[in-house]
Nanobody
Framework: VQLQASGGGLVQAGVSLRLSCVASGRFSRNYVLGWFRQAPGREREFVAA????????RYAGSLKGRFTISRGDAENTFHLQMNSLKAEDTAVYYC???????????????????WGQGTQVTVSS
């Protein structure tokens, strides 16, 4: 499985940005797709996760309401809609995939086997 993240950029606080992740290769419908982020000098943190079918989503508590994860029109494409961006959202955002936990450990980065290369989001205040 290969993952390609895109959509990052330099934006001003308050605007919206949509990240995309395209998955390729062989993967089953048991896959969970997650977004994580890592800011300079900080540990990687969970952002959001979605099951392959797109019916089930989970969010980091502090981001729920501003961020929305969804499946795209193509079943191997996933998006992260980020609204009302803040300076503290500045980070490299990674999409990742796993099929081991059945959505039980969607928030644990070490559970994910496949990672995209990351896309930089910089929010200026």
């Amino acid at each position: 499985v290969q993952l390609q993240a895109s959509g990052g950029g330099l934006v001003q606080a308050g605007v919206s940005l949509r990240l995309s992740c395209v998955a390729s290769g062989r993967f089953s419908r048991n896959y969970v797709l997650g977004w994580f982020r890592q800011a300079p000098g900080r540990e990687r943190e969970f952002v959001a996760a979605i099951n392959f079918g797109g019916q089930t989503t989970r969010y980091a508590g502090s981001l729920k309401g501003r961020f929305t994860i969804s499946r795209g029109d193509a079943e191997n494409t996933f998006h992260l809609q980020m609204n009302s961006l803040k300076a503290e959202d500045t980070a490299v955002y990674y999409c990742a995939a796993e099929d081991r936990s059945g959505f039980s450990y969607y928030y644990v980065g070490d559970q994910y086997d496949y990672w995209g290369q990351g896309t930089q989001v910089t929010v200026s205040s």
